[in-house]
């Protein structure tokens, strides 16, 4: 493993732990450094500090690997002192609960036991698409950037889940992170979330020690993480300490209320539903983005404008890819490649003519593998403002 | 308001009150008017995170109090009653509900609001008979 490289002097938002951090950053604030910059990110959209929250500009979006400086972060808790010193010393992971052996795992063991295995995994906060929710829905704003494909090095979660010998009375694995919580409690746990059994046996659920080719950054969990692809990312659990097999839905921190959980019914925008009738998020809908060219472009010349970006679904592959530049009046098919990998992003590109200077939209529609298409509109408002998978649109204006 | 009080994922930590700046040795921040809401708003709660969080919601003010209790679950330190009030006063007037829902071209607020979103460039709202039924 390489260490994680030495801290810049420069204070960073998320760079120091917990107690620390609150000085650092006022000492930023009076500075008049304030809202400046996530420790080892460059050019997000920053919308918390504490925790550290930040999106992808969607032009960022448009290498095939999200870089690890671009990819976007959604904390809830402080930044383990683990995560920025690049040390191992004390860290293992612990799988116990419905097991037939509890088992602890050191990083070089889990290397050595397992085949080790490398990804292009899609992971999308639920959340992405929040500010388009009307009435708003409470929590990070987030616009279209709370997603990133990263390739993801690391061993099957069902290899070692299998090792440890799952019982039959096992239905759901939860994890807990060394992240502290804000409030500086040590026995307050920010997140603990988990997946159903189905989908930690998944052959794409990894335990990751690696993105892009890097030990994992602070942010994203160094040493190890989960990285569930297809479901909400909260559920790929970052710091990674302990996997507790349960044999009852997992109701740690932000599994439960209105965490991570939707209506089980359609219901009416700015509907106050009740607590019983939430069911938690499973996989993700069909969604796509256009990442060349950006939105506001101005387009001479008279030849045909190229357009690309990506789709992805997250339970299957995405079919077919469209877009429309009269509204939906027209559609105009895709080139659409196949995923390099289950769950990994998919490249399309499209060109569109424009006969008559003027101002247009143009409209990206991604159709999955079961037919199911992106709304035009925000689809199923809910509380809490997930599931945003409608059309991304651009303008342009042909001259 | 059930769901405002039990929801967890705003994170307003007014980190400033977990102790003042001097009892920190820390230089002062900007000196707060104590009648001046949106000043206690950056101090107490734009410390953690942009304003989008507050902008994106407008609530009476009960529901605007649990989402203060929201953000002590998330370990905000309790406000001083004083300025929670102060802060509550503000949040209510400047934050409070709207009189009638989102209407295209009708609420130039609402257009402001999303005039720096991405795909506030695409001029055309969908479905705009929806809202104006309603």
Redesign the interface.
């Known amino acids: 493993m390489k260490p994680v490289s030495g801290l810049s002097r420069r204070r960073f938002i998320g760079a120091v732990p917990v107690a620390a951090g609150?000085?650092a950053?006022?000492?930023e604030?009076?500075a008049g450094q304030g809202g400046g910059a996530v420790f080892g990110k460059s050019g997000l959209r920053?919308?918390?500090?504490?925790?550290v929250?930040a999106e992808t500009l969607?032009a960022d979006l448009d290498p095939r690997y999200t870089s690890n400086d671009k990819h976007f972060v959604r904390n809830n808790?402080g930044l383990p002192e683990r995560a920025l010193s690049g040390s191992l010393e004390g860290w293992s992971l612990r799988i116990d609960g419905e097991v037939g052996n509890t088992l602890e795992f050191s990083l070089d063991d889990l290397q050595a036991r397992f085949e080790t295995v490398s990804r292009a995994l899609v992971l999308e906060c639920a959340?992405n698409g929040?500010?388009?929710f009307?009435?708003?829905?409470?929590?990070?704003?987030w616009?279209?950037g709370a997603v990133g494909c990263a390739r993801y090095t690391g061993v099957r979660l069902r290899d070692v889940l299998g090792a440890a010998g799952v019982r039959d009375t096992a239905v759901y694995v939860a994890y807990y992170g060394e992240d502290p919580?804000?409030?500086?409690n040590p026995d307050?746990v920010?997140i603990s979330r988990g997946v159903p059994l189905s989908k930690a046996m998944d052959e794409s659920t990894l335990l990751a020690w690696e993105m892009n080719g890097e030990p994992l950054p602070p942010h994203h969990g160094f040493p190890l993480r989960i990285v569930a692809p297809g479901f909400p990312a909260s559920v790929s659990g970052k710091w990674l300490r302990r996997l507790w097999v349960r044999d009852q839905v997992h109701d740690g921190?932000?599994m439960m209320?209105?965490?991570y959980r939707v209506p089980r019914y359609p219901v009416a925008p700015g509907t106050?539903?009740?607590?019983e009738d939430m069911e938690i998020i499973g996989p993700m809908p069909v969604k796509s983005i256009i990442t060349r060219p950006e939105?506001?472009v101005r387009h001479a010349g008279g030849g045909p404008l190229a357009i690309r970006g990506w789709a992805w679904a997250g339970d299957g592959p995405v079919n077919a890819m469209h877009l429309s530049a009269d509204?939906g009046t027209t559609w105009l098919p895709c080139q659409l490649e196949e995923p390099e990998n289950p769950f990994a992003w998919q490249r399309f590109e499209g060109s569109v003519a424009f006969d008559i200077p003027g101002?247009y939209?143009l409209w990206a529609r991604a159709t999955d593998h079961q037919g199911r298409q992106q709304p035009?509109?925000?689809p199923g408002w809910n509380?809490?403002g997930y599931l945003n998978n409608?059309m991304?649109?651009?303008?342009v204006t042909a001259l | 308001m059930k769901r405002l009080l039990l929801a967890g994922a705003i994170a307003l930590l007014p980190v400033a009150a977990f102790a003042n700046p001097e009892e920190r040795g820390l230089p002062a921040l900007a000196a707060v008017q104590e009648s001046d809401g949106q000043a206690l708003i950056d101090e107490n709660c734009l410390y953690c995170h942009d304003d989008s969080y507050i902008r994106a919601l407008h609530l009476p003010r009960e529901e605007w109090e649990g989402v203060l209790d929201m953000m002590i679950g998330m370990g905000m330190p309790p406000l001083d009653p004083e300025v929670q009030e102060q802060i509550l006063d503000y949040l209510e007037e400047e934050h409070g509900p709207r009189e009638s829902s989102p209407s295209p071209g009708a609420g130039a607020s609402a257009d402001a609001e999303t005039e720096d979103l991405p795909w506030a460039f695409p001029r055309y709202r969908p479905n705009p008979l929806f809202w104006r039924e309603r």
């Open positions: 609150v000085s950053l006022a000492l604030r009076a920053i919308l918390s500090e504490r925790p929250n969607v808790g959340g929040r500010a388009a009307q009435p708003g829905a409470s929590g990070n704003q616009w279209l919580h804000l409030s500086g307050d920010p921190p932000k209320g209105y965490s106050d539903v009740p607590e939105t506001g509204f101002h939209e035009m509109v925000v509380p809490r409608a991304h649109r651009i303008a």
